[in-house]
């Protein structure tokens, strides 16, 4: 099971961390990411992170403003905010993959939280 935490309201520049917490068996927990999906759009990629934090990728859209990092022990990823912009808003969800690094491959995900809403306002 997924659990994301950290969504909320910001004016346009500020800066949100948002949590992702698995629990329960994690042993098939490798890859992790985060996607985001805005009213009447696809759920679209946003950053992913492989099994020990050595690969990263990041959409056009965010690299630069958004970092994403994990803690294994305690089955944990982040995703670190900064300089947010109204095309930002959308609902977070948070996804794990067996496989060792799973990237922007949406079918390569296997478990995906519920989803936490980010509201940016201009």
């Known amino acids: 099971q997924l659990q994301a935490y950290g969504g909320g309201s910001v004016q346009a520049g500020g800066s949100l961390r948002l949590s992702c917490v698995a629990s329960?068996?994690?042993?098939?927990?490798?890859?992790m990411g985060w996607y985001r999906q805005a009213p009447g759009k696809e759920r679209e990629f946003v950053a992913g992170?492989?099994?020990?934090?050595?690969?990263?990728s990041y959409s056009d859209s965010v690299k630069g403003r958004f970092t994403i990092s994990r803690d294994r022990a305690k089955n944990t990823v982040w995703l670190q905010m900064n300089s947010l912009k109204p095309e930002d808003t959308g609902i977070y969800y948070c996804?794990?993959?067996?496989?060792?690094?799973?990237?922007?491959?949406?079918?390569?995900?296997?478990?995906w939280g519920q989803g936490t809403l980010v509201t940016v306002s201009s």
């Open positions: 992170i492989s099994w020990n934090g050595g690969s990263i």
């Open positions: 329960g068996d994690t042993r098939g927990i490798n890859g």
């Open positions: 996804a794990a993959s067996r496989t060792s690094f799973a990237g922007a491959t949406k079918s390569q995900y296997n478990y």
